[in-house]
């Protein structure tokens, strides 16, 4: 693979590369020589030679990785309203769909969600959710058994329209943990969360600033029987 090659497989693609196993050593070479390229790397996924017809939606989970570092760029509000489109077309339990959205496009009211959230879960002065532009909020009613398990679809639907869209995720726990908390409760009702709603999960949203960190699923964790 030639230099010209390896920038032309980069540029067809936002996060990730696809190309042939024969290439990993050559790929090394070149971004050993190149060092402008060395940040790439680690987001090249290797694809075996045939596989170009590959399940669309098979290869956007594949693409689908944790972003922690954004820019500054705002999201589109076309993108923010397919999120949330994907977000309530989740299945939920018995269909009650007992949850609630809450999408938040203003960075001063993000950094002041995180503010409370460090303050009441005791977290490093640093702490801001990773600076994202947007920041979903996923609450549910919170006698609902189902409750958990409808978030969990639901912020998958978005973690992976977020990717089809060229955004950036990462699934944060933290506001669950600590919703009750008054300061955090206080900001959470200002900002539309149902006061019977407990947060079942949040995420940071936006453009990425960063190459994500790609690790290997783990082996034997699945069984067929047929």
Request: aromatic fraction near 8%; charge should be negative; hydrophobic fraction near 40%.
């Amino acid at each position: 693979i030639s230099l010209e090659m390896l920038l032309f497989l980069l540029s067809k693609s936002n996060a990730h590369t696809v190309y042939p196993p024969s290439y990993p050593q050559a790929v090394d070479e070149i971004c050993a020589k190149q060092k402008n390229l060395q940040p790439f790397l680690p987001c090249i996924i290797l694809k075996a030679e045939g596989d170009d017809d590959m399940n669309p939606v098979l290869q956007n989970i594949l693409d689908r990785h944790s972003c922690r570092s954004f820019t500054e760029q705002p999201v589109e509000s076309e993108k923010l309203q397919d999120l949330l489109t994907a977000a309530v077309w989740a299945p939920s339990g018995r269909n009650e769909q007992s949850w609630h959205f809450t999408l938040l496009a203003n960075t001063e009211k993000i950094q002041a969600l995180a503010a409370a959230v460090r303050e009441a879960d005791n977290r490093p002065a640093g702490y801001n959710f990773f600076a994202p532009a947007a920041f979903l909020i996923v609450s549910g009613e919170r006698d609902n058994r189902n409750s958990f398990l409808d978030a969990g679809a639901a912020m998958e639907n978005v973690l992976l329209t977020a990717t089809s869209l060229g955004l950036g995720t990462c699934w944060i726990n933290q506001v669950r943990d600590v919703c009750d908390v008054p300061a955090v409760r206080a900001l959470l009702t200002e900002y539309g969360v149902p006061e019977s709603h407990i947060v079942n999960a949040s995420a940071a949203i936006g453009y990425p600033a960063a190459q994500p960190v790609i690790h290997e699923r783990k082996a034997n964790t699945t069984t067929l029987v047929r």
